[in-house]
């Protein structure tokens, strides 16, 4: 099955700072790649996909890019803000259509 | 209605009672995923149906644990004779299962707590 490994485990950056979370998946056939966002006491929420034909897609502050020869991909958030903080979950989806998320990155955007 | 809701909200039980969980997805979608998440811990994936094609049970942690999804819609999470690493919240999320609508929509959760 999909395995999905996410790092770091943790991130502190300073406020305006670019933050960058790494994840990498096992399963060749893994063709659909969203990240959640999730607050503290609060449930997880989709930030931004990518499928596996595009190599790279933005949104305003947030950035993810696919490297599907390498198995990776990544999340890009520029000009952090303190409301940036929380934990995020990159996750793939392979055969079957099941979603495997990886293990999460608590960011912190000190003042 | 209007996002996924989950009962109950907590749920105190004692080691090797059974109990029951709840997930209400949104109308119309067809696609249906429980999650657990450990504290401070990711989202372990449990079960996901759609439609009406044999559910994906490879992420049940044991043969306590089982779940069922009726008409399509309301599904039941089932763990019997509970253990204390049991303990976790369980997140419900449905999605409509088409192409370009694969955005999970999680309920708030149970908390469940094995004393």
């Known amino acids: 099955g999909e395995n999905v490994e996410q790092h770091p485990s943790t991130l502190s950056v300073q406020e305006g700072d670019s933050a960058v979370i790494k994840c990498t998946y096992s399963?060749?056939?893994?063709?659909?790649f969203p990240w959640y966002k999730q607050e503290l006491g609060k449930r997880p929420q989709l930030i931004i996909d990518i499928r596996s034909n595009v190599g790279e897609k933005k949104d305003q502050r947030i950035a993810v890019t696919l490297n599907k020869t390498a198995k990776h991909f990544s999340l890009h958030i520029t000009e952090t803000q303190p409301e940036d903080s929380a934990v995020y979950f990159c996750?793939?989806?392979?055969?079957?259509?099941?979603?495997?998320f990886g293990t999460g990155t608590q960011l912190k955007v000190e003042l | 209605g209007a996002g996924v809701s989950q009962s109950p909200s907590n749920k105190v039980t004692e080691k090797g009672k059974d109990v029951e969980l709840r997930c209400d997805p949104i109308?119309?979608?067809?696609?249906l995923y429980w999650y657990r998440q450990s504290l401070g811990q990711g989202l372990e994936f449990l079960i996901y149906?759609?439609?009406?094609?044999?559910?994906?049970k490879s992420g049940l942690p044991s043969d306590r644990f089982s779940a069922e999804r009726t008409g399509g819609s309301v599904s039941t999470l089932t763990i019997q004779r509970t253990q204390q690493e049991d303990s976790a919240v369980y997140l419900c999320a449905s999605t409509s299962g088409t192409f370009g609508g694969e955005k999970l929509f999680f309920g708030s959760g149970t908390q469940l707590s094995v004393l």
């Open positions: 399963d060749s056939a893994s063709n659909y």
């Open positions: 149906f759609q439609g009406n094609s044999a559910p994906d």
């Open positions: 996750a793939a989806r392979g055969g079957g259509n099941k979603l495997t």
């Open positions: 109308s119309g979608h067809t696609a």
